[in-house]
């Protein structure tokens, strides 16, 4: 055989050699390719089936009143005010009010999370201003730790107060400032006994040095302030 045609098939099978090599790595190449999409799409489906069965657990558990999940919802809702401009503040407080403990909220930050994908407190600090979002932190603040806690602090429970009628004072609406009646109603409904009152009231003049009687005689008008006080008059001493 010419040594021509020799060198020639030597070459031929040097080409078909890499040429094989080059398929075999690029195989390999797209089966790992292949092999990460896949376990990434795995990942993924499986994690979307995770969210929606503790959805739809969450769902069905916020049916029943004064569940966990009936919290959230009730929060989202008040947040949503019926497709209204704004929150419900109103109904958010109501639902935070009849929260029983820092324990319980806890649980019901987490059920949010579960049915909406959302953080409950970035959207409460997004929906409320300023002197509405200190309002909601200082309920919440003034709970009992554990729902079975039988011992409640009532230094604590003075200063929550106090802190909520201050928030309830230093409301604006804009740049205009106003009051916050209805948050002011909240605390003076709470509070159990005139004495209670008084000593919200010296709590407030150690936080704030100031008279909670005169803040509130100057925040509210003339023909709010005596049906107002009448609410913790008719309470007993």
Not at 11 to 18: I, L
Not at 173 to 199: C, L
Request: proline share 3%; net charge neutral; hydrophobic share 35%.
């Amino acid at each position: 055989m010419p040594m021509c045609q020799i060198n020639a098939n030597k070459m031929n099978q040097t080409q078909n050699k890499k040429s094989k090599d080059d398929l075999s790595n690029r195989e390999i190449i797209l089966y790992s390719m292949g092999s990460v999409l896949l376990l990434g799409g795995t990942f993924f489906i499986g994690r979307k089936l995770v969210r929606d069965t503790v959805k739809k657990h969450e769902e069905k558990n916020s049916v029943e009143d004064g569940s966990i999940g009936s919290y959230a919802k009730s929060i989202k809702m008040a947040f949503d005010n019926d497709g209204w401009w704004g929150t419900d503040e109103q109904a958010l407080r109501n639902t935070l009010i009849s929260i029983p403990s820092k324990q319980v909220f806890g649980n019901v930050i987490k059920s949010y999370q579960h049915l909406y994908n959302r953080s409950l407190m970035a959207d409460m600090q997004s929906e409320l201003d300023t002197s509405e979002y200190n309002e909601m932190l200082s309920i919440i603040n003034g709970k009992k730790d554990k729902t079975n806690d039988t011992q409640i602090d009532s230094a604590k429970q003075y200063e929550t107060w106090a802190r909520r009628l201050k928030s309830a004072f230093d409301k604006t609406y804009g740049f205009i400032p106003g009051t916050d009646e209805e948050a002011i109603r909240a605390v003076f409904n709470e509070v159990p006994t005139q004495s209670a009152f008084m000593q919200v009231a010296s709590t407030y003049q150690t936080l704030y040095h100031t008279s909670l009687m005169s803040d509130l005689k100057s925040e509210l008008e003339f023909w709010e302030y005596e049906p107002m006080m009448k609410i913790i008059t008719s309470k007993p001493k």
